[in-house]
């Protein structure tokens, strides 16, 4: 009798594993490290990847005239900024005008819009509503992508207060520390910080086990960064050869943003003009920085830096951030499939995540997305996402 209640139950637990399985059928499967195959079935139990299986054919999903592949990773975007809907002018930052609940219903619509976008996971520097909108997404069952935030952004203070600060960010619980070494490239792009203070940030930010991720537009600042250990460099437009040299030797990773970014500011002019240092000064210089960001960029790629995904992406953008991939392989000359990585396995390893997104295997989570066509083929294909899976969930799925 014993016996008999025992198989019965281990078959009723047999058959809760089968009903939690997911299987997705691919007729080209790029794995996120540059691999691929074709007619395979990719197996999921819970939230994670268990197996990679061609011989599978009775499946959940049916992907088999789609390009399957991990979802992709944004390492810089800031997913709080948006267009006011009255009188149409970008936010920024925290506008005390707009109630709090008014500015995570932006926040949240955005963040919707990216993860249909093909965007499982984000990283969001710079403003605290993040935190709420990152806890909220990973506990409840709104549909958004992973979120990592700084929380605030460090423009100055001496490396005392640095330090200090630092370490009052870790313990309110920020991913990353975000760091400005030098001014905007709408202000030219100066170093504004010291080596101390830089060594003081990066070296507080080690300490507690958190990455530094440091704003530089112009090559002093940025060798400033490298030297003091930080993490990755964003933006870069006016990198020598000399720090290029030095991320590739010392494994820097570099996130170039002369796409999207620039051209969003430009279309959307209008929207901008007038807010800080968006003036006329400020938008000839970002004019100025889309063809000196394309020829860094092509040197960096020659030299073989780390490049990762970022968009800074702002209001305008959000929703659109794989425009990024056409912009590096169109002006750029960067291979559809390495620009894909960038935004996959070599993201994940940025964010020190590699083993659990940014590739399609065993053991990691299952953040699988789909696209109509093969974007190695013609990378315009990006923008033809129809299938999106995060943890498991499906979160779209467009027939």
Not at 56 to 77: A, E, F
Not at 283 to 292: H, V
Not at 338 to 355: F, G, K, N, P
Not at 360 to 371: E, M, N, T, V, W
Request: proline share 4%.
């Amino acid at each position: 009798m014993r016996f008999a209640r025992a198989v019965s139950l281990a078959a009723l637990f047999s058959a809760t594993l089968a009903a939690q399985q997911i299987t997705i059928r691919a007729g080209v499967l790029l794995d996120g490290k540059g691999g691929h195959v074709r007619n395979t079935t990719i197996v999921i139990e819970g939230s994670r990847i268990v197996k990679i299986d061609p011989s599978i054919t009775n499946v959940t999903y049916d992907l088999s005239k789609l390009t399957v592949m991990p979802g992709w990773i944004d390492t810089h975007t800031h997913v709080a900024t948006h267009f006011d809907r009255k009188t149409g002018r970008a936010v920024t930052v925290r506008d005390p005008k707009e109630s709090a609940e008014l500015a995570m219903l932006h926040a949240a619509e955005n963040a919707y819009s990216t993860l249909m976008g093909g965007f499982t996971t984000i990283q969001s520097p710079g403003m605290r509503i993040d935190k709420d909108l990152r806890d909220f997404l990973a506990t409840g069952p709104m549909p958004g992508p992973r979120i990592l935030t700084s929380l605030e952004t460090i423009l100055d203070g001496t490396p005392a207060e640095i330090r200090t600060r630092v370490r009052r960010l870790a313990g309110e619980g920020a991913d990353l520390i975000k760091i400005f070494a030098t001014a905007s490239i709408r202000e030219g792009g100066r170093q504004t910080l010291s080596d101390a203070q830089l060594q003081a940030g990066c070296g507080e930010a080690h300490a507690l086990g958190k990455r530094a991720m440091i704003h530089a537009q112009g090559a002093e600042g940025a060798k400033a960064a490298i030297l003091a250990g930080c993490d990755t460099i964003e933006h870069g437009y006016r990198l020598t050869d000399e720090v290029l040299d030095l991320m590739a030797a010392r494994g820097i990773y570099y996130d170039p943003h002369f796409g999207l970014l620039l051209h969003n500011y430009i279309e959307n002019k209008t929207h901008y003009l007038g807010i800080g240092n968006f003036n006329e000064a400020g938008f000839a210089f970002m004019e100025k920085g889309i063809p000196l960001g394309i020829e860094t960029f092509k040197r960096a790629l020659a030299k073989k830096v780390k490049i990762v995904f970022g968009t800074d992406g702002g209001a305008g953008a959000h929703g659109r951030n794989f425009e990024e991939f056409i912009y590096r392989v169109r002006d750029g000359g960067q291979p559809p499939m390495a620009a894909l990585v960038a935004a996959q396995y070599t993201a994940a390893e940025s964010l020190h995540m590699q083993d659990q997104i940014g590739s399609i295997a065993p053991g990691l989570q299952a953040d699988i997305i789909a696209i109509a066509g093969n974007p190695v083929d013609d990378i315009t294909n990006v923008r033809k996402v129809v299938f999106v899976m995060k943890g498991g969930k499906v979160l779209k799925n467009v027939k």
